[in-house]
């Protein structure tokens, strides 16, 4: 079993639909909860972050963490074609990240 | 200011052969990391440098894979004896101290081994 795991979709939804995004872990130790974004063929740029449990807000993006459940959320209000990429979570664990599988999503016009 | 730069962008070598894989940090940042990704996949952690040495090298796959980074600023990832299943994306970060969340990645260097 890996440490995170994170439904690879596709998931395509239209414009201006909510879009939630899900992972689950099982290493307890995770102290730092990050969403990055992927465009196809760049390296991943860090979106999100969010320390132990809680909600964070920017703009459209929300982030939940439950450390009880041992799952976090990234949801996206008014999507964008924009927003069409590869979304990673990811945790820290020591120095290292521990990535999801991604899940790559299209938002149509 | 420049962010992470990788070089070269794209590499296409024969099975057996050697490969170095090169990676400039954002200027300043004094922990560097290599990861791999699979296509579909996530990154997997390959090795984590504090400055000049290897702090955390548990990923590397095995010892056809070595890193260094002599002076704490440009790394240099190595690969000896390609195999086809090294075939990946090489992803590099820095981040401006050990431990910090944020990463920030280079774009990559897509290697195919044929």
């Known amino acids: 079993q890996k440490e995170v795991e994170q439904d690879p979709g596709p998931l395509s939804v239209p414009e201006g639909a909510i879009v939630s995004l899900n992972c689950t872990y099982s290493?307890?130790?995770?102290?730092?909860f990050m969403w990055y974004r992927q465009y196809s063929r760049k390296g991943p740029e860090l979106l999100m972050y969010?320390?132990?449990?809680g909600n964070k807000e920017d703009g459209r993006f929300t982030a939940q963490v439950d450390k009880s459940s041992k799952y976090i959320s990234l949801f996206i209000r008014d999507s964008q074609p924009s927003d069409s990429a590869t979304y990673l979570c990811?945790?820290?664990?020591?120095?290292?990240?521990?990535f999801g599988q991604g899940t790559r999503l299209t938002i149509n016009p | 200011g420049a962010g992470v730069s990788q070089t070269p962008s794209n590499k296409v070598t024969e099975k057996g052969k050697y490969v170095e894989l090169r990676c400039d940090p954002i200027?300043?940042?004094?922990?560097l990391y290599w990861y791999r990704q699979s296509l579909g996949q996530g990154p997997e952690f390959l090795i984590y440098?504090?400055?000049?040495?290897?702090?955390?090298d548990s990923g590397l796959p095995n010892d056809r894979f070595f890193a260094v980074r002599p002076e704490g600023s440009v790394s240099t990832l190595k690969i000896q004896r390609t195999e086809r299943g090294d075939s990946a994306v090489y992803l590099c970060?820095?981040?401006?101290?050990?431990?910090?969340?944020?990463?920030?990645f280079g774009p990559g260097t897509r290697l195919t081994v044929t």
């Open positions: 440098f504090q400055g000049t040495g290897a702090a955390d």
């Open positions: 200027s300043g940042h004094t922990a």
């Open positions: 290493n307890s130790a995770f102290q730092y």
């Open positions: 970060a820095s981040s401006l101290a050990p431990g910090t969340y944020e990463q920030y």
């Open positions: 969010t320390y132990s449990s």
């Open positions: 990811a945790m820290q664990g020591a120095q290292k990240l521990v």
